[in-house]
């Protein structure tokens, strides 16, 4: 022997994943249900005088099949139903908004909660009508570009501002974060933006926190947990954040979403007035229907909106209306005049924070602007020296910023995510 030792050759033996067998198995069974269902539905579209035995035996045999896709049908043929709008008669529409003028008097405490169908008066579009942007998305179409800065306040929005200044509405809860409210002329304490406002950016290491409105779109380099801009706080120099609240996130911010005045009145509302909504997301508030008391001690409900609600069964009163048009009827009950929107009188202009001269290119979306000579002296936005030079020489100053493609960061980033699913999934020929 030479001493040295020889190791045994190890049997090496096959190594069964059990993970892989399972997602195995599994495939062939969806693919046999799969095979199942096609089966059916092509018997299912043949009249039923024209089924042969087999097809009967068939549907006998898959009875399950059947039953779900039934089932699915009439899931699809409710969600149809759900989305069509649907106008009240001007004689019914004239005699519900007389009650709820009625209910608005007889009230101590009303409360409006608007959503985007307050905003579309001002071509701003929708997420769930029929040219909603969610809509639009699951049908495959392309959503148009839309320039928000372009809206004005409403119709309605300036008839809520002068039903506030009456006394008859105590606060707004608003889902928009298009600011048309603030715009409109709402005192922030008076309303609570609780998805964010596209104006204002916030320093939240400031105590309190410190604010800045700006007269364009802050959102524009932000998106879904990304939150910071390109600016910096003028006291304390940290980074600047939007203040949107997107699909799936939460906020600490206070103010515009402004959470405490909206729990706080809810709790005082005897009338709850929902105007432009769908009521989807905001039903999930359980905060802001007192759903820890019984049912008749809850604030009275209206609800106005084209489409159905899932509020719809617990409303004293359903409108089936355009904002503007409930509103300006409502006014006109209350004999109120509706103020017009003045740009030369939009707040934003005072409320704004001037920026600094190095943060002159640090947005590139359109921005709100008066005419020249107005804006020289109320725009908190700097003048650069060729600004200055073409209202010198009489030139009128054409703002070039936010193309055809701009979309602001708040228009739905969960709106991004969609588009790309659709665009991976295979053209139907």
Known sequence: MDGSSQVPAVRSRPVRSCLSIARSMGSAVKNVKKANEKKVKQILKKPATKRSEGDLETLKELDNIVQELQKRAKQREKQKAHQQETE????????????????IKTSEHVIFYTGAGVSTAASIPDYRGPNGVWTMLQQGKQVQST??????????HMGILKLYHEGLVKHIVSQNCDGL?????????????????MYIEVCKKCLPEKQYIRTFDVTERTSLHRHITSRKCQRCRT???????HFGEKSSVKFPLNWKGAVDNTESADLIVCLGSSLKVLRKYACLWRTHQP????????????????KDSQATLKINGRCDDVIKQLCIQLNFQIPDYKKSEDPLFKLSTKLRKREMSSFSSKELSLSPTVAAAKSPRLQSADDVKKEEDGMESVDTR?????QPGWFGKGLSKRRTSQGRRPSKS
């Open 88 to 103: 009240d008669q001007p004689e019914i529409l004239g005699a519900k908004v007389k009650s709820l003028s009625e209910l």
């Open 402 to 406: 936010g193309g055809d493609d701009y």
């Open 239 to 245: 980074t600047l954040e939007d203040t949107i609240v």
């Open 147 to 156: 320039s928000i800065v372009d809206a004005c306040p409403t119709v309605a």
């Open 181 to 197: 409210h603030l715009r409109s002329g709402l005192p922030q304490q008076a309303l609570s933006e609780i998805h964010g406002n």
């Open 295 to 310: 049912q008749p001690k809850r604030p009275k409900l209206c609800i106005i909106n084209l489409q159905w609600t899932p």
